[in-house]
């Protein structure tokens, strides 16, 4: 029961930070019709930013509050200055320009910080463990599972509940109405794509007290959020949810009870939810 | 006995009974049961979203249906994926021009031969498949005007003969039923009469039975041998071109709604 | 046809001659182009000839160069045995691996063919009794071409070994795009729809030319192995498999050539850039961001539609 519930956390947790990722993945195709490759990278950037910042200013919660932001501004400048030129052309090259900036990224990174990983301390109030009914739980881990939360139920809402999330929507459940927007779809891409890179740079934050801030963190990363979308739908946020709980709980099990293949369960889901609906959960046959 | 067999009459060609198709709440075709004999062509009219789309894909197999069964030949082939079906000898055209646009117009209709009758999987070799294939596709070509732009790329076609190719690729399957969906959609006036009498030519040569949507009363009038009439998915009435005119329930549901 | 049957054959002569032209590091530089060369033509067929952008490629290539050294460590057979268990290697584990990826289509079909390939990195990561891990297996030899015959170990015998394998590759890799089953992948890129509605399931053909693809791609990195003397999972990282399309992409895509030079004018680039700087990731990051907005066509594209305009 104990353990259960543990892992039950776990699972949570895990799925929190993939929710940060894949929900931003998820929109920016929806809106932009992009997948974008560099998506984990900017999670990464996050994760490095964080380390900066808590290093300089020695507190945590400053971090989670400027990266976000400044990563979100570093996403719309790229894509305004790169990907906006290229839309006209088929997926694969878009595909291949973000592959592009991943790796300028990616080797910015190791220029700047060199190859070994750095640790980010959790904030005083988030160390150690906190008692749950007679279950010891790390407190960062029960904090990134309310920030999942948060953040999930906060997204939800923007999206369900106000006119821009209304237009973001509606624009990414059927593409042919970005025509509608006018002189406004330029706009609102670069609008999207930082808001989600903004979405991955917290996700990146949050995450380096647990995993560190390293090299490689981006591409592990986008390998799941694929999966999670792959699973869930491209376009929907409700499939990321699901995709993400999915992935967080498959991970989280096989970890536990396999953990020398704990990848492969999730390969199994992924390759069992593929036969029955190859569009995923809640996606849209093409 | 005798005349029990005699009122059921030759078997169809093709025939579907309650056939149904449902997205969500909307029922796009509901129960509909037609029979299509051979070397009949048929019309199927009704206004924008009556379903003749959805029907087509029914027939065609690309679509599934939730209720009823399609039969062919008198064999039932519900559950065959649309490319059974079309080797069985039902092929198609579509409302939105659907060829291969950066294969030249010949291959375009070689391929169609070969996806038929071929081997196809003959990874290195299979001279004999390509030629075999080309004689066909150049028939079919020819039959329809198409035969001195062969070499020239698809998407390179006005519009009008894009139309033409794609049921030049049909033909050349050489088809037992051919289903036509809306040819003449965006053709000038002459063009329109053009694509008519090449559509007569060739139920003609190719002794094919035709299943042809179309908006223009002119051309289905012209051409039909039968007309069926969908209204909201729904089979509401079926004749030659005269009993069809003087249906009261298609006026008021389809022809006085155009004029 | 006849300039291109000339220039075939003037291709041909030079790939013969040059071992005798160039000093032994240009030549060995040579015979690593050439290696990518053979991998990016192995995309390109189902790149360009079918539409699927598989972005896992690179682990086809590693599997080849894990089953070469493999062989060529432990049991000492000849090099072409450790070819074939390189192709074969990378053939069979594609199989399922394209059943599942080719139920999904485009991008769908892209995320997935990454995700099996991050996920047989991992196991070459951490199956450190059978890898060596993130050592990988060094120490590879150069075994003769079969026993009692001619030795591959001067850098002159093995150049020729990969010249003549990714000629013949390129030859075989043409046939089947001529042939009946390689117009049906053509018309399985223009149009999946049309295809299905004219008779076939367009699926038993991906999975078909995904294999193809993955055994010329074991092929390639089953020669990489002994070449370089080592296997290690770098080779297949994403970063590999990204440069793979980008080599296609620069080279022209469909035509099979295209990519081979395209591979060839790639990893030059990376040569030079890697002379002046350390930091040359980040440059070849640049050189690929620009290629794909000012120069889509490709080499063999651009110079056509030069060609068209001159
Ligand atoms: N894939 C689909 N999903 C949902 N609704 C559809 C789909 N295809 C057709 N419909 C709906 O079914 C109805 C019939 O469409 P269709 O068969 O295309 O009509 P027609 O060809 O007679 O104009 C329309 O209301 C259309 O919106
Ligand atoms: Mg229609």
Redesign the interface.
Known sequence: MANLLEQLLNALALAGLLFLVSAGLSLV?GILRV?N?AHGVFYMLGAYLGFTTVALSGWFWPALVVVPPVVGVLGALLESS?LR??YR?P???Q???T??????L???I??LYGPTAKGVEPPPLLQGAIDLGGVLYPRYRLFLVVLGCTVGVAVWLFLSRTRAGLVIRAVAQNSEMADCLGADVARVRTLVFGAACALAGLGGVAAAPMTTAYLGMG?NVI?DA??V??IGG?GSIGGSMAGSLIVGAAQTWGAFYLP?TA?VIM?AV??AI??FR???LFGEE? | MTPLLETRGPTPLLETRGLGRAFGALQAVAGVSLAVQPMELRAVIGPNGAGKTTLFHLISGLLAPTAGHVLFRGDDVTALAAPARCRRGISRTFQITSIFPELSVLENVRIAVQLKIGDNFRLLGGRAVLEASEQRARDSLRLLGLDDRADELASTLPHGDQRLLEIAMAAAQEPALLLLDEPTQGLSPEDTAATVAVIRQVARERKLTIILVEHDMDVVFDLADRISVLHFGQLIAEGTAAEIRANAEVQKAYLGGLD | MIPSRLSALAALVALAVVPWVLARHQLSLLTDLLIAGLFAMSLDLIMGYTGMVSFGHAAYFGLGAYASALVLLHFAQPVPVALLAGALLAGAVAVPVGWFSTRATGIYFAMLTLAFAQFLYTVAYKWRDLTGGSDGIAGVPKTPLFWGGPSLASSRAFYFLVAACVVLSLFVCRAVVRSPFGRALQAIRENERRFTSLGRDPRPFKLVVFVIAAVFAGLAGALFAPFRGFASPEVMFWVFSGQGLMMVIMGGIGTLVGPVLGAMLFILIQEVLSSYTEHWMIFTGVVFVLIVIFLPGGLVGTARRLGARG
């Open positions: 195709f997948v490759f790169t030129f290229i052309r997926p694969i090259y595909l291949l320009l592959f592009g900036l991943a790796l300028i990616e080797e910015s190791r220029v591409i390998v694929f999966v979308v792959v491209l020398e990848m390969y992924m390759g593929l036969v190859p569009w995923g093409e």
